[in-house]
């Protein structure tokens, strides 16, 4: 038998409209009373179908946009400001206006979440990130809230609808480019194991030397947060590793212009003793020293693509799940040596 609201209020030992205020986060109830009253919905697990109750009712004519829980720094990334501007493009052309929802940790988002659906502030939601155990997914999917991901969901990936790049063959495709221009020791630098788009471009990465048959080695690999700590001296002890890597993955541009003045300090020539690919072909990296080579992932169509099929959900809530990948492009500079 289903559970009820009545059945929420006499757990929680509050009245029937406090539970429904709850729902529709009345800034009339205490946030205490809120978490109280959501814990117990958990327990009990009474779940509200929003998308019955927006049919039933009127549309916001809104799109909830979440960030990662590293939004102060996804701030200084140029691909948030892309990726945004591309979804509100595409929502200005279909009249909904955009809500940004940005925390700095995983709890705060999902409070945020919880309280933007529950509130009916938005009619959906498009998450500008996939990562592992992600209780924001499972709370959507629980109250059968609609929303898009950009990036390749880690949990329930055939039921959910996103927009991605092929990260995988695209990081294989990059690892061999630098393979056949006679590179064996290839390291890979930035991104966050969390996070599908750097699982999926660490496997491509991987079967490329696989498949050409040298070895993966743990220490050419130096992560997000070892690099954002360290920068300097992990990439110091990188390039004192015997053997030195003769190339770099750079999980970004941003994280690829890091590494370039590092190198110069360390007085190594890009790319006379070092090559060095990246991902997003931001605007700087055709003025960077040298020019950078770098992956054009075409953010804002990931941002139009998410907001189109989110859309299309919302007025069609039995709308199939679905893969929308947007393809990639080599752009071919000045960073990369063929030493064969």
């Not at 998450?127 to 990036?151: A, C, H, M, T, W």
């Amino acid at each position: 038998m289903d559970v009820t609201i009545k059945d929420v209020a006499r757990e929680a030992n509050v009245a029937p409209s406090t539970v429904s205020r709850v729902l529709k986060d009345s800034p009339h109830i205490s946030l205490q009373t809120k978490r109280r009253v959501r814990e117990i919905m958990n327990l009990m697990g009474y779940t509200p179908n929003f998308q019955a109750q927006s049919l039933a009712g009127k549309s916001t004519q809104a799109i909830g946009v979440i960030m990662p829980d590293t939004a102060y720094q996804a701030f200084k990334n140029p691909f948030f400001s892309v990726v945004l501007r591309g979804i509100s493009r595409s929502a200005n052309e279909q009249k909904y206006g955009l809500y940004l929802s940005t925390s700095f940790t995983q709890e705060g988002i999902y409070e945020e979440v919880v309280s933007m659906v529950q509130g009916k502030r938005v009619d959906g939601l498009i998450l500008l990130y996939s990562r592992k155990n992600d209780e924001v997914i499972e709370f959507l999917k629980q109250v059968n809230f609609p929303f898009i991901v950009i990036g390749r969901p880690l949990m329930h990936e055939k039921s959910i609808t996103y927009v991605d790049n092929d990260n995988v063959t695209v990081a294989k495709d990059v690892t061999k480019y630098l393979i056949e221009m006679g590179h064996k020791n290839i390291a890979f630098i930035g991104g966050n194991e969390n996070f599908a788009v750097t699982i999926d471009r660490l496997k491509g990465y991987r079967e490329a030397l696989e498949e050409s048959g040298l070895p993966f080695c743990r220490d050419y690999l130096i992560d997000e947060h070892q690099f954002n700590d360290k920068g300097f001296e992990s990439l110091k002890n990188l390039i004192n590793y015997n053997p030195m890597p003769t190339a770099i993955i750079a999980q970004d541009d941003l994280t690829g212009y890091e590494i370039l003045s590092y190198l110069e300090k360390l007085n190594i020539h890009v790319p006379r003793d070092l090559s060095i690919i990246g991902f997003n072909n931001q605007i700087l990296s055709q003025h960077s020293r040298p020019p950078l080579t770098s992956i054009e992932i075409h953010i804002s169509r990931l941002g139009i693509e998410a907001t189109k099929s989110l859309i299309e959900k919302i007025k069609d809530p039995n709308t199939f799940p679905k893969r929308v990948t947007v393809p990639t492009q080599f752009i071919e500079r000045e960073s990369c040596r063929n030493i064969k």
